[in-house]
């Protein structure tokens, strides 16, 4: 089955109310799209769009009329990469996708050394290999940006530069004097820069521009540093009835899941279901159907619906005791980063205009909770294209003030602070002597 544009509006409109569950609770499903990078006619232009999250567009932004006459004087953001093959698998991944597979051959994924061969790689997948059964057909590697993450980059580079250069002027050209374009070392985030670019200004397809990338081990980003007591934090308040009663509610889910796709036993899809989310997502929204096995059963698309549902619980970023130091050990030398940026062009040692991070999931959710979005509402799991925008703007008094933008519209909490005040929020969820604080026992 293929999805098509009314699919989408009625997956969409499904995901309304709530739905009783076989053993009798009630699960709260969100309107969403989960299939489609486009938002249907007669839906809310920021409607959540897993496949493409809303962004900041010319269509539908407008000035700040906090005081008359400021001017844009200062620019971060952060954006979650854009779609991707599964970065999960099943153990039988094979039998549970079309014979066709996943076809990455309409993309062609470069890596070269500058002044040598331009190469470029290509996924072969042999029908002969003998642990075949372990990935799908086709010419896809496992969490790989497909043709189609790589065209929503483009639009959300177009859609960006329509504001901070076409309607505000604020970014004159594509330059590495003005920006500044930082990446994990993932190769989906590189790529997602190099559209971002290509979308601010086609001429950069002939031109080559520096992404900056800490070593992985130490990566800020996604977080990948090593932090053993923020692990402790998480594994404690994930044992309590508070997390697990919402696994043992949802078990008749999980059995027919387990059942269906071969995962029983196995404690990476046993402990909450953001594995289920991500290969139901990474198939709806590029096109694939719902998982089938070898003997025809299928998820469903109301299972689809519960797990979407379930993936949207918050508590470990947001609502858990002790979620707030947990994001601050995870994500703390990112915000230290961050506030670091205001700091400097503070103290007018600023040599950019704007610096731009493409970045994860786990990034977005961390970045989300701890400038206290969930305070507003309940924090749903980031979506592909995921976004958020920190202007400052400078008053005729020489006054500067932040506003922040989430998924393309203002944060009302954010909406026109100090930036004085904005960066002692950044260096709040910092903590103190962080290396010690996740190393020592």
């Not at 009329?65 to 153990?91: E, F």
């Not at 040598?116 to 790689?121: K, L």
């Not at 970023?317 to 990112?334: C, D, H, K, P, R």
Request: proline share 6%.
């Amino acid at each position: 089955m293929r999805w098509n544009t009314l699919s989408a509006v009625l997956f969409a409109v499904a995901l309304e109310g709530s739905v009783q569950t076989t053993n009798g609770q009630n699960i709260t499903l969100e309107p969403g799209i989960y299939n489609s990078s486009t938002v249907s006619p007669g839906l809310p232009w920021n409607i959540y769009n897993y496949c493409n999250a809303p962004h900041v567009n010319a269509g539908h932004y407008s000035k700040p009329t906090n005081v008359s006459g400021s001017k844009l004087v200062y620019l971060n953001a952060m954006i979650r990469h854009h779609k991707r093959t599964p970065d999960n698998l099943y153990p039988t991944e094979n039998e549970l996708n079309p014979a066709a597979g996943w076809d990455c051959t309409n993309f062609i994924q470069e890596n070269y050394g500058g002044g040598t061969a331009q190469v470029f790689h290509e996924t072969d997948i042999p029908s002969w290999h003998p642990f075949l059964s372990q990935i799908w057909n086709g010419t896809c590697d496992m969490g790989q940006l497909t043709a189609g993450g790589l065209a929503d980059a483009v639009q959300h580079g177009k859609d960006f530069w329509s504001i901070y250069h076409d309607e505000l002027g604020f970014l004159e050209s594509v330059n590495t004097k003005d920006i500044l374009m930082r990446t994990s070392t993932e190769d989906r985030t590189q790529q997602v820069a190099g559209g971002l670019l290509f979308g601010f200004d086609k001429t950069m397809a002939t031109k080559t521009f520096p992404l900056h990338a800490q070593p992985s081990n130490i990566d800020s980003i996604p977080p990948d540093y090593s932090c053993p007591n923020a692990d402790n934090i998480r594994n404690a308040y994930q044992s309590v009835p508070a997390w697990t009663n919402h696994l043992e509610e949802n078990a008749p889910l999980k059995a027919r899941l387990d059942a269906m796709l071969g995962t029983a036993g196995l404690s990476a899809w046993s402990t909450w279901y953001d594995h289920f989310f991500d290969t139901f997502t990474s198939r709806t929204c590029n096109d694939h159907p719902l998982p089938c096995n070898s003997t025809g059963a299928c998820v469903s698309e109301a299972d689809a619906d519960l797990v979407h549902a379930i993936g949207d619980f918050d508590y470990i970023w947001n609502t858990a005791e002790n979620s707030t130091i947990y994001n601050q050990l995870t994500f703390g030398v990112m915000f230290q980063e961050l506030a670091m940026n205001f700091r400097l062009f503070q103290s007018g040692g600023e040599t950019f205009k704007m610096r731009f991070y493409v970045a994860h999931d786990g990034s977005m959710i961390r970045l989300a909770s701890g400038l206290g979005l969930g305070k507003l509402a309940p924090l749903r799991w980031p979506a592909l294209g995921s976004e958020m925008v920190f202007e400052v703007w400078r008053t005729p008094r020489g006054e500067d003030f932040v506003r922040a933008f989430h998924e393309g519209t203002p944060v009302p909490t954010l909406n026109w602070v100090s930036l004085e005040s904005f960066i002692s929020l950044l260096e709040s969820n910092v903590p103190p002597n962080i290396f010690a604080a996740c190393n020592d026992t």
